[in-house]
């Protein structure tokens, strides 16, 4: 990532962020959670208390009118901005921010639920890097099928884990599977769970799943 963050007057640019758990100066770990469409900073960090790992800071911005950008995720790109780069300079500023608090890149998760989980892809697709882990729950990256999404980098092994149900009424199974394979091509340790009949929601065993990988990262703080 740029050790300058990119100058835009966006959407979602002076856009709060809030916290929860463990303050940063105390922090092992800190989880970057971003929300859905029509959704809240504080509805998403309601799952830091399901998740329950001690040593975790817990940091969810948000969005402009609660949503991250206007249109599909497959709809074509340039029809989401503003808002989406404003998104993705909105993440690159906390992170930055993260660093420049003395948290490690590898020590830093991403994670996002639907319209957010598409916006976490998207954005560790642009910033491949090692990090932590990124969770993308009922997501996908972001344009129509067969985007191209040559940004550079590399994720260097960071564990990627996708869930989604094969009914979800908002995201393809197929952009699922596309967005796994290009994590993959980007180093990523991809993986990549499709539920039966479940719909646009979570599941226990994908907040087991991102648990383990909290663990993960704490045992190697």
């Known amino acids: 990532m740029s050790e300058h963050i990119r100058t835009i007057n ?3 640019q002076g856009q709060p962020v809030v916290s929860h758990g463990a303050p940063i100066e105390e922090a092992e770990a800190v989880m970057l959670m971003v929300h859905g469409r029509g959704a809240t900073a504080e509805s998403i960090l309601a799952l830091a208390d399901e ?3 001690p040593g975790f800071a817990y940091m969810a911005p948000q ?3 609660n949503e991250w950008y206007p249109n599909s995720l497959l709809a074509l790109l340039d029809s989401n901005e503003p808002y989406l780069s ?3 300079t909105l993440l690159e500023s906390v992170l930055m921010q993260l660093v420049g608090a003395g948290i490690e890149n590898e020590k830093i998760m991403l994670l996002g639920f639907s319209q957010g989980a598409c916006l976490v892809l998207e954005f560790a697709s642009r910033f491949a890097q090692r990090y932590g882990g990124v969770v993308g729950l009922s997501g996908a990256t972001i344009g129509p099928d067969g985007t191209i999404h040559d940004y550079g980098g590399s994720l260097e092994g960071t564990p990627v884990f996708l869930g989604c149900s ?3 009424p908002h ?3 197929a952009s699922v599977e596309e967005s796994a394979h290009l994590l993959e091509e980007l180093g990523g340790n991809v993986t990549m769970r499709i539920y039966p009949n479940m719909g646009h929601t979570l599941n226990r065993d994908e907040l ?3 648990r383990k990988m909290m663990q993960v990262v704490l045992d190697t703080a």
């Open 51 to 53: 998740l329950d790992q």
């Open 166 to 168: 094969d009914t979800d």
């Open 86 to 88: 404003s998104a993705i």
């Open 171 to 173: 995201i393809p199974r």
């Open 63 to 65: 969005a402009a009118d």
């Open 10 to 12: 966006g959407p979602h």
């Open 208 to 210: 087991d799943t991102v």
